[in-house]
C-alpha cells in the first residue's frame, strides 16, 4: 500500500517556492503538490531551470498543479482555451524537471448555458489528448480532476465516469472531493466507478456552498462512506490534502494522522 501523503501548497500560496515545500516537508510531507499561481510563478520558463535543481535536493516528492486561476481549456473565447493550453504545457515540461509524478488537468468550465457542454467536452478531450502526447516521453501522468459547481461543471457524475474511456492510459483521474460534495455527487459511488484509472485524489472539505477547502471534518462531507470507498483504492492512488489558504500547517499533520488511521492502516 501507498503510506505516502502529498500536501497541497496551497495554504502557503504567494510566498516563496522552496520555503514553502521546507514548511510543509517539516509538517509531515511525503510529497508536495506544487501549485503554480501567484506571482513566484509569473517567470516561469526562466525560473525552471533554476527552481528544478533546488526542488530536486530536497528530501520529498512532487506533483505539480499548473495555474487553477482565469485558466479554462474551454472557454468560449480561443485566445483563452490557446493561453490555457500553453500554460498546461509548460507545467507539464517543468514537472518532467522535478521528476513529478503528475500533472493536474482541470478540464474546464462552463459558466453559461448559453454554451453547448457537448462541444465543451469535445473540447477538453481534444486539448488532453495533445497534453498526453506532451507529457508521455517525459514520463508524467495527466489526472483529469472534476471541477466545477452551481452549474460551471462540464460534466454529470456519469459523464466524468466515462470522459476517460477514448482517451490513452498516460491520463487518468484525480477525484476532488470537495467538488464533488458541492455537486452533491455520490463520492463513495464515483471512486469506485473511476478505481481503474484513478490516480489521485484532493482531500478536504464543505459545507456544500462554496469550494472551502477546510480541513477533514469540519464541513458536512460524510468522511465514514467516503474512507471506506478510500481504502479500496489506496494502494495505487496518491492521497493529496488540499487546504485552503492561511491555513495553519498543523492541520495539514492532523490530517495526515486522521488519513493514516482511517484509510493507510
Known amino acids: 500500500m501507498n503510506k505516502e501523503i502529498c500536501y497541497s501548497d496551497l495554504p502557503l500560496i504567494t510566498n516563496d517556492i522552496i520555503k514553502n515545500v521546507e514548511g510543509l516537508i517539516e509538517n509531515g510531507a511525503d510529497k508536495v503538490e506544487l501549485l503554480m499561481d501567484g506571482e513566484k510563478w509569473d517567470e516561469m520558463e526562466s525560473l525552471f531551470s533554476e527552481l528544478a535543481p533546488q526542488l530536486k535536493a530536497l528530501p520529498v516528492g512532487y506533483t505539480v498543479h499548473p495555474p487553477a486561476w482565469d485558466i479554462n481549456l474551454t472557454s468560449e473565447n480561443q485566445a483563452i482555451r490557446e493561453a490555457s493550453f500553453l500554460q498546461y504545457k509548460k507545467a507539464i515540461e517543468f514537472a518532467g524537471m522535478i521528476e513529478a509524478d503528475h500533472a493536474?488537468?482541470?478540464?474546464?468550465?462552463?459558466?453559461?448555458?448559453?454554451?453547448?457542454?457537448?462541444?465543451?467536452?469535445?473540447?477538453?478531450?481534444?486539448?488532453?489528448?495533445?497534453l498526453c502526447q506532451i507529457a508521455k516521453p517525459l514520463n508524467v501522468k495527466i489526472v483529469v480532476e472534476n471541477v466545477g459547481y452551481n452549474g460551471s461543471s462540464l460534466f454529470t457524475q456519469e459523464e466524468f465516469t466515462r470522459?476517460?474511456?477514448?482517451?490513452?492510459?498516460?491520463?487518468?483521474?484525480?477525484?476532488?472531493?470537495?467538488?464533488?460534495h458541492l455537486n452533491q455527487w455520490d463520492i463513495p459511488k464515483l471512486i469506485k466507478d473511476t478505481k481503474d484509472?484513478?490516480?489521485?485524489?484532493?482531500?478536504?472539505?464543505?459545507?456544500?456552498?462554496?469550494?472551502d477547502h477546510l480541513p477533514i471534518g469540519k464541513g458536512t462531507i460524510q468522511w465514514t462512506e467516503v474512507f471506506s470507498a478510500m481504502?479500496?483504492?489506496?494502494?495505487d492512488c496518491?492521497?493529496?490534502?488540499?487546504y485552503a489558504p492561511m491555513t495553519s500547517?498543523?492541520?495539514?499533520?492532523?490530517?495526515k494522522e486522521i488519513l493514516q488511521k482511517e484509510v493507510l492502516f
Do not use: W
Not at 167 to 178: M, P
Not at 231 to 235: L, P, S, T
Not at 238 to 242: F, G, H, M, P, V
Open 163 to 180: 470522459f476517460l474511456d477514448p482517451i490513452e492510459e498516460t491520463a487518468g483521474y484525480l477525484i476532488d472531493i470537495g467538488h464533488a
Open 104 to 130: 493536474v488537468i482541470h478540464p474546464g468550465f462552463c459558466f453559461s448555458p448559453v454554451f453547448n457542454k457537448k462541444k465543451a467536452q469535445a473540447r477538453a478531450a481534444e486539448y488532453i489528448r495533445s
Open 238 to 242: 496518491q492521497l493529496i490534502l488540499e
Open 231 to 235: 481504502r479500496e483504492v489506496a494502494n
Open 249 to 255: 500547517l498543523d492541520k495539514l499533520r492532523m490530517g
Open 197 to 211: 484509472r484513478l490516480l489521485a485524489i484532493h482531500i478536504h472539505d464543505n459545507h456544500g456552498i462554496g469550494d
